[in-house]
């Protein structure tokens, strides 16, 4: 089974910092890698989604990476704001939603 | 523009009590799942549905029970509550159901059995 591990648990920064979250996977035969936010009390909203054939994918001020060899993905936020602040949790797994496995987040909080 | 409902939003059960979780779609979307995410970990697949009138087993199915007998509805039962089953029960959907498929998340129940 697919191991996701995201470390740290916790990160804090003060603003207009840039910053990278780290996410760890043990299977490299993925068949992608997603970036998600979850905001407290909420559900999660996908952000970034890395095909395995691709080695990043960007968005604003998102940039996630891929390295499949090494079993690793990074997200990089630029100039982080306070309103960044919420878990981040990366999620890798196979095509069908029945393979697909969730970290356990890092959670951000981005002083003013 | 409602996307995935999830009623009730928190509850409180004794062991051994029983309760449904309903999830409610207004997207069209044909697959439909229950997560539940408890601290330290990530979320889980518990069960989720490939279209109306479909189940399958997830990760963690024991203790747990589902139905889809409306496309648009995914309800989640528990026949007799757990303590080990107090978390945080979220439902999503999707239009296909590869990974490639964008996943809508409800705002989640939480649950605690005493």
């Known amino acids: 089974k697919q191991e996701v591990t995201q470390i740290p648990a916790a990160l804090s920064v003060p603003e207009g910092e840039n910053l990278v979250l780290n996410c760890s996977f043990t299977?490299?035969?993925?068949?992608?890698l997603q970036w998600f936010r979850q905001d407290p009390g909420k559900g999660l909203t996908s952000l970034l989604l890395?095909?395995?054939?691709?080695r990043e994918q960007t968005s604003g001020r998102l940039n996630a990476s891929l390295d499949k060899s090494s079993g690793r993905s990074t997200l990089y936020i630029a100039a982080s704001q306070p309103g960044d602040s919420a878990t981040y949790l990366c999620?890798?797994?196979?095509?069908?939603?029945?393979?697909?496995?969730f970290g356990s987040g890092t959670k951000l909080n981005v002083k003013p | 523009n409602a996307g995935v409902t999830q009623t009730p939003k928190f509850r409180v059960l004794k062991t051994g009590q029983s309760m449904t979780l309903l999830c409610a779609q207004d997207?069209?979307?044909?697959?439909m799942y229950w997560y539940r995410q408890d601290p330290g970990m990530g979320l889980r697949l518990i069960h989720y549905?490939?279209?109306?009138?479909?189940?399958a087993k997830g990760e963690v199915p024991d203790g747990y029970n589902v139905s889809r007998l409306k496309k648009q509805n995914f309800l989640l039962g528990l026949e007799s509550a757990a303590p080990s089953q107090t978390s945080v029960y979220f439902c999503?959907?999707?239009?296909?159901?590869?990974?490639?498929?964008?996943?809508?998340f409800g705002n989640g129940t939480r649950l605690t059995v005493t």
């Open positions: 549905s490939v279209g109306e009138g479909t189940t």
């Open positions: 299977d490299s035969a993925i068949y992608n």
């Open positions: 999503a959907s999707s239009t296909l159901g590869t990974t490639a498929s964008p996943l809508h």
């Open positions: 997207m069209n979307h044909e697959y």
């Open positions: 999620a890798s797994g196979g095509y069908n939603f029945n393979k697909f496995y």
């Open positions: 890395i095909q395995s054939s691709q």
